[in-house]
């Protein structure tokens, strides 16, 4: 035979007023604790930023030597080959 409960809804458990979710209750006391990882997490992250955003003007530094050092030696090569 044929399953007829799968298509039929479920009743909904209606929960007393003024109960809350297990658990719930210790939201509160945590919230300094939860700010305070979150103050340092972003503290750390901020660091982290600088730190990268330094790397990355010593990278673009690095580049423009490189690439003003490659000029040259094409200059040099072009001014040797004219001559």
Not at 33 to 45: D, G, K, P, S, Y
Request: hydrophobic share 35%; glycine share 6%; charged share 30%.
């Amino acid at each position: 035979m044929a399953d007829r409960t799968s298509g039929k809804a479920k009743k909904q458990v209606k929960k007393a007023p003024g109960r809350t979710a297990r658990g719930a209750g210790n939201v509160r006391p945590q919230q300094p604790v939860r700010a305070a990882n979150l103050e340092a997490e972003c503290a750390r992250l901020g660091a982290e930023l600088k730190a990268a955003q330094a790397e990355i003007q010593a990278l673009k530094d690095q580049r423009k030597e490189l690439l003003d050092r490659i000029n040259w030696a094409i200059d040099s090569l072009t001014s040797l080959h004219d001559n």
